[in-house]
């Protein structure tokens, strides 16, 4: 018949088997120690969402004195300092400005404890850049750069009958788009290219 005891040691149980056929087996099963009740980090942050631009913000750390802890972030544009420690200490966090025209978010880590902050997007301003010279009287093609922050979109349009947007009128982020300026046969003329929250005058010479 086969006999069965146990003994504790540090965090560990062991449990010994003694099979019929002579055969020992060790089992070790563990089991959280006191030390790791009491090192369980409470953690606070100063922010819940920095502002596009970045900024500065805190992290709070409660422990017992003896216990150690890590933090990470599983974002680039986050920077922690310090990232390790023991006991109640403030981490500082360094958020970096968010050029995009969508939200981001950030999952910091502390031991097992985690906090999730975010950062607000870019404004998604646009801006227009053209010829500098008036357009000849003949017309042609033109090209218009169109810069705005990834993720924001954005709508063309004009009210010069004369000014043509070729392909699509709607886009996303920086990009270029071709304008066709028919021919003047009339006096020197100025049209306009809106774009989100921008204008662009365009200018064309008379015959």
Do not use: Y
């Not at 099963?29 to 369980?40: K, M």
């Not at 216990?67 to 981490?91: D, H, I, K, M």
């Not at 360094?94 to 950062?119: W, Y």
């Not at 009339?186 to 015959?207: C, H, M, T, W």
Request: aromatic share 4%; charged share 15%; proline share 3%.
């Amino acid at each position: 018949m086969a006999a069965r005891f146990s003994s504790v040691l540090l965090a560990a149980v062991f449990i010994t088997t003694l099979g019929s056929g002579g055969a020992v087996t060790d089992t070790a099963v563990l089991a959280p120690s006191d030390t790791d009740a009491r090192c369980q980090a409470a953690v606070t942050s100063s922010v819940s969402t920095f502002v596009h631009g970045g900024g500065t913000g805190s992290l709070r750390v409660e422990a017992e004195r003896e216990c150690e802890w890590t933090v990470s972030a599983n974002a680039s544009w986050l920077n922690l300092t310090p990232t390790s420690g023991r006991g109640a200490a403030t981490v500082t966090m360094s958020a970096r400005s968010n050029t995009d025209g969508q939200q981001r978010t950030a999952v910091i880590t502390v031991n097992e404890q985690r906090i999730e902050l975010k950062q607000e997007a870019a404004p998604c301003l646009v801006h227009l850049s053209g010829p500098s010279e008036a357009i000849a009287a003949s017309g042609g093609a033109i090209s218009i750069g169109v810069g705005a922050p990834s993720g924001c979109g954005w709508l063309a349009s004009t009210t010069a009958a004369w000014l043509e947007l070729s392909g699509s009128r709607s886009g996303e982020g920086s990009t270029s788009m071709s304008v066709r300026v028919q021919p003047n046969t009339a006096a020197s003329r100025r049209g306009e290219i809106e774009v989100g929250n921008a204008k662009l005058a365009i200018d064309q010479a008379g015959p």
